[in-house]
Each structure stands twice: as C-alpha cells, then as structure tokens.
C-alpha cells in the first residue's frame, strides 16, 4: 500500500525559531503534495498545496512567508514553520497524491505534533 | 468557499447501535472520500466514491454518495468499540484534486 512518512512526530520549540517538517512518500513518486493544520476538537484545514518543481499555493489566509514549502524531489516536500509563536502549535498533517488507473488517492502522513512554547 | 457539514458533530453509543453519519454541501464533488482518524494519528481512508447515487460497502459500513453528488453518508451497522473515532468526510471538486474536509463527526462506542 502507500505510506506517507513525517518527521519528526512531534517537535517542541521555543518561540521565535523555525521549525522544518518532512513529508515523505515511501513507495510512490508524488508531483502534488499537501499540508493542513488541524487544531484539537477540529477537522483538517488546508493550508497549501506543494508541487514538485514549482511554488507552492497557498490557501486564503496562510501567511506563504511564516509557512516556507519546497518539494524538492517527486517524494519530499517540507513544512518550515519560521518565527513560531505560541498560536502556530498545531497538529501539521500532509498528504501525497498517488496517481493509478483508478485515478488520483491521497494518502496522508501521520501527523507532526508542533508546540511552541 | 464550499463548506461540508457533518451531522451529528459527536455520537456516543452503545455496541451493537447502528448509526448514520450525514456529510451535506450546497457544492458539487468530483469525489468524495470518507476518513477514520484516531488521536494523534493522520487521517486513514476509508473509502472513495465518484458516482451519484453510488453505494459502497465495507464490512459492517455501508457510504453512499448523493444523486446530484452534493452529500453523503456513513451508515455503522452493529456498531463495536473498535470503531470509535473521529470520522471525516472530504470532497474533491470539480477539476482539482484540493480536498475539502468536513466538520468531523465523532464517535464512540462504549463497550
């Protein structure tokens, strides 16, 4: 099946650093990767969409300078959380589109815990 | 901005219930996928239906997709413990493959 790695899992900074997450897909090449944020009690909001290749687009109301995302290959892209404040800790989830005869499948990551403190 | 509403937004029932689950939009899908999500945990697909009208079924969970592929539901039979988590539902509109989520709508199933 196709598995979505993140690291790491969780992670807990000061605020004021950056924090740099990795999505990567284990058996599949993925042109189009996503990432969401998901606060507790609440459903997953979708915060951009990575493409291998080029910039990523950003949805109405995430900031594409504090949320840096670079695919750099067809199985990583990465999340850099820059100048994190204590509002951004969240649970940072993403997802990689596999293509097949069925169609386009995404397959999410399990997740990356981020707390700043 | 398409919105999809789930219904009911928390279930706590007794194993052996059954229960419906309902995901309403007033926008049209391309697809529309259902998801089980356990704390801590990425989302986990369940199942992915295209066609309105389709019905598809998975053991004990029963989803159909709307005729005019605005809504969906999740329908339990025999409800167990081990199905106890946060359900979602996600639409894929027309011509893109961005997934909406839905509210989310958790279950659980007490022993």
Redesign the interface.
Known sequence: GAVVSQHPSWVICKSGTSVKIECRSLDFQATTMFWYRQFPKQSLMLMATSNEGSKATYEQGVEKDKFLINHASLTLSTLTVTSAHPEDSSFYICSATRTSGRGDTQYFGPGTRLTVL | TQLLEQSPQFLSIQEGENLTVYCNSSSVFS?L?W?RQEP??????LV?V?TGGEVKKLKRLTFQFGDARKDSSLHITAAQPGDTGLY?C?GAGVGT????????T?LQVFP
């Open positions: 697809s996928q998801y801590g945990e990425g989302p986990v697909l992915t295209v979602l996600a493959d961005k997934l909406i989520f839905g509210t989310g958790r």
